[in-house]
């Protein structure tokens, strides 16, 4: 029996849709997918995976660029597999009350690439935070961590579960 190969994707500009990332590849790996997380830009072919889930953090209701690029680039390879999207963003505590339909970018995304499931994560933006605007928003005092690392395990997991269902072996296969 060989565990499914996942890649966990992403673009960031703030590094905190990495840290999602890991804390997605961590919960996957609790239920014995053999994941890779890495930046949407190192990633050379996702078609050597079994299954993709590709995220960023939203910037005017996009994706950053890399995140774009990878999904734009590897279409064929990603409609042809499973594939989860998510993204983070809100500076509040929203994503945790509702959900969150994806932003116009990433629902073109997902539609493109025939994803599963989409998911809006709570977002971060804090000290040292890049760009003039990200620095306004921190300075007025409405940034902050709002990422919800339980709810985003509980979603890798959720994904685990439906790639368990799809797996030849069957749920725990
Ligand atoms: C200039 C700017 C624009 C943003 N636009 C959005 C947006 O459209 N929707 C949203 O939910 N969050 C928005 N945010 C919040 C970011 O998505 C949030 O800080 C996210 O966690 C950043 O991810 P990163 O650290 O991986 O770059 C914006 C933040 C900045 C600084």
Same mark, same amino acid.
């Given at each position: 029996?060989?565990?499914?190969?996942?890649?966990?994707?992403?673009?960031?500009?703030?590094?905190?849709?990495?840290?999602?990332?890991?804390?997605?590849?961590?919960?996957?790996?609790?239920?014995?997918?053999?994941?890779?997380?890495?930046?949407?830009?190192?990633v050379?072919d996702p078609g050597g995976y079994?299954?993709v889930?590709?995220?960023?953090?939203?910037?005017?209701?996009?994706?950053?660029?890399?995140?774009?690029?990878l999904a734009?680039h590897h279409r064929q390879a990603l409609a042809r597999r499973?594939v989860?999207?998510?993204?983070?963003?809100?500076? %509040?505590?929203?994503?945790? =009350? !509702?959900?969150?339909?994806? +932003?116009?970018?990433? #629902?073109?995304?997902? /539609?493109?690439v025939?994803?599963?499931?989409?998911?809006?994560?709570?977002?971060?933006?804090?000290?040292?935070?890049?760009?003039?605007?990200?620095?306004?928003?921190?300075?007025?005092?409405?940034?902050? %961590?709002?990422?919800?690392? =339980? !709810?985003?395990?509980?979603? +890798?997991?959720?994904? #685990?579960?439906?790639? /368990?269902?799809?797996?030849?072996?069957?749920?725990?296969?």
């Amino acid at each position: 029996m060989t565990a499914q190969r996942v890649l966990v994707a992403y673009g960031t500009k703030n590094g905190s849709t990495a840290e999602i990332a890991e804390w997605v590849g961590a919960a996957l790996r609790e239920k014995g997918l053999d994941t890779d997380v890495l930046p949407a830009a190192e990633v050379g072919d996702p078609g050597g995976y079994d299954a993709v889930l590709l995220g960023s953090g939203l910037y005017a209701g996009r994706w950053r660029h890399d995140a774009v690029r990878l999904a734009r680039h590897h279409r064929q390879a990603l409609a042809r597999r499973p594939v989860w999207l998510f993204s983070s963003g809100p500076l %509040d505590a929203s994503a945790g =009350e !509702r959900d969150i339909p994806p +932003a116009p970018g990433p #629902a073109r995304i997902a /539609a493109r690439v025939g994803a599963r499931g989409h998911a809006t994560f709570g977002g971060s933006l804090t000290e040292g935070a890049r760009g003039f605007v990200a620095r306004q928003i921190v300075k007025q005092g409405k940034g902050g %961590d709002f990422r919800d690392r =339980e !709810r985003i395990r509980r979603w +890798a997991h959720s994904v #685990a579960a439906e790639l /368990a269902e799809d797996s030849p072996e069957g749920p725990g296969g």
